[in-house]
C-alpha cells in the first residue's frame, strides 16, 4: 500500500513540475451509480460519491466514497455433526447443506488521481486509485438435511472429515484501475461514464460500469 501512494504521489509531483497551472483552485462533486460482477450471472450495483480537484489542467485528485454489493459463486457441500443430548441420553445430529455464495456488503473508501486527455465537450480520461474497503460477509446456503443417531458410530464417516473453512474478511484493500468520458453538459455540468476493474486482496476482483454527474 505505501509503494502505491508513493507512485500516485511520484506522478502527481512530476506532471505538475511539467504544467503551469494553479492547483486546488477549484472543486467539484459526482454521485455515481451503476452496476458491478464477477461474473454476468451475478450482477449488483454500485453507489459512489466523489470528490475532484485540479493539480494541473490534466491531472486530478480524487477522493471517493460508497456502498457496493457483489456476490461470489461457490459449490461444495458441507457435511458435519454435533452431540445433542436428550434427557440425559446421547444423541447425535448430522448435518448436509450445499454452500452457494458468499455475498459481500462493502464501504469502499478511495484516494487517487485521473488523468484527463483534453478539455474539451468530450474528455476521456484514464485514472488509478488505491482503495480501503470497510465490509459485511455472509454465507447463502441451501436448506440443511438433518439426521439423528442413537451413538457415534452409527455416523457415516463422510460427517467426521475435516470441513473446510470459509474465511469472511470484514476488511481489505486494492487498486482500482479505470477509463472513461466526461461530456460537457454545461459550464457547470457533467455527465461522465466510466469503466474499472477493482483488484482486490482478499476477495473477489471485480468489474464495475459507472454512470454520473459531477458539478
Known sequence: MKRILFVLLFISFNVLKAQVNN????????????????????IRGDFIVELKTNLTSSL???ASAG???????ISYTVRKYAENPIDTLPKFIATKYDLISKDY?????????QYNFNQSVLSPYL???VVYNFMHTFIKTSPPEVWSYNSIDEIPAEFKEKQKHEELPNNSYGIIL???TSYNISSK???????MFKYDNKIINTHHF????NF
Open 60 to 62: 486530478k485528485l480524487k
Open 210 to 213: 459507472i454512470v454520473g454527474i
Open 105 to 113: 456488503d462493502i464501504f469502499p473508501i478511495t484516494l487517487g488521481i
Open 23 to 42: 492547483p486546488f483552485s477549484n472543486f467539484n462533486i459526482g454521485f455515481y451509480g451503476g452496476i458491478n460482477f464477477y461474473n454476468t450471472n451475478n
Open 127 to 129: 485514472s488509478i486509485d
Open 178 to 180: 479505470g477509463v472513461g
Open 67 to 73: 456502498y457496493f454489493k457483489t456476490i461470489q459463486p
Open 189 to 195: 455540468l457533467n455527465l461522465d461514464i466510466r469503466y
